[in-house]
């Protein structure tokens, strides 16, 4: 098997996977959109929402546009190697380089408005406090979608317990907060013998900081194979050019 040929079957190995990956990226942005119950429909109802996270409020149209971007890359990939088609590779090569531009000017403008971003969590924070302290144990949806929360991340709250005080739940209860609070015990829950855990944001942040190697790497990787992909490309897109010419 020639260098040419090899490169053609990595080519549409790797390009394959990104069309299953783009594929289901779509499937689930699609579902975002159409499930009226998704947590990204419910944070949509939380009262004073800073406009900010208005971006978050279309994560669907987000996944759904990533997918078909992949989709499509993966697609020009694929036929690209196996028809050896220029037109094609070169589509494939100008997509990629647009995406890693996108990338490379998104990591840049994380880093110099990192203070507006933790700006906006804050005011987050303080809308989900108050629509947990106004609709807690009185909204089925969010507290259904709370409670699912702190069970998956082992939280309590969003910052902590103190952010049900006053809430629905807490006044009917004889001031105990959620069964959630409490892991370590079947009593009620209350603030004498509740066991201390974090809150779901704090628990979050930790968890990224803790694993902020591991993004990096990822995130270097993509960068990597992206770049492999441009190279391996216009290897294909020269090496036809010239048998053609």
């Not at 196996?82 to 997509?95: G, N, P």
């Not at 603030?191 to 628990?203: R, V, W």
Request: aromatic share 12%; charged share 10%; hydrophobic share 50%.
């Amino acid at each position: 098997m020639g260098c040419f040929q090899f490169l053609k079957i990595m080519m549409f190995v790797f390009n394959g996977i990104i069309f299953l990956a783009g594929a289901a990226i779509l499937g689930v942005g699609i579902w975002v959109k159409v499930d009226s119950n998704s947590i990204f429909n419910l944070i949509g109802k939380l009262p004073n929402v800073p406009s900010g996270l208005s971006h978050v409020l279309n994560v669907g149209y987000l996944l759904i546009a990533v997918g078909a971007v992949l989709f499509l890359i993966g697609f020009l990939g694929c036929c690209g190697a196996i028809r050896e088609s220029k037109c094609m590779l070169l589509m494939f090569f100008i997509i990629v380089l647009l995406v890693f531009i996108a990338e490379v000017a998104g990591a840049v403008v994380i880093l110099v408005f990192k203070p507006l971003a933790n700006d906006l969590f804050a005011k987050v924070g303080t809308a989900a406090v108050e629509s947990i302290k106004s609709q807690y144990g009185d909204n089925a949806d969010l507290t259904g979608l709370w409670n699912t929360t702190m069970s998956v991340l082992n939280c309590c709250g969003f910052y902590n317990a103190s952010d049900f005080e006053s809430s629905p739940y807490f006044t009917s209860h004889n001031s105990s907060y959620p069964p959630q609070c409490c892991p370590d015990t079947v009593q009620p829950c209350y603030k004498t013998n509740f066991t201390l855990i974090p809150g779901c944001f704090p628990k979050i942040k930790d968890l990224i900081e803790n694993n902020i190697g591991v993004i990096v790497g990822v995130a270097l990787g993509i960068a990597a194979l992206e770049i492999c992909a441009m190279i391996v490309t216009m290897i294909l897109f020269c090496h036809l050019k010239s048998t053609t010419a």
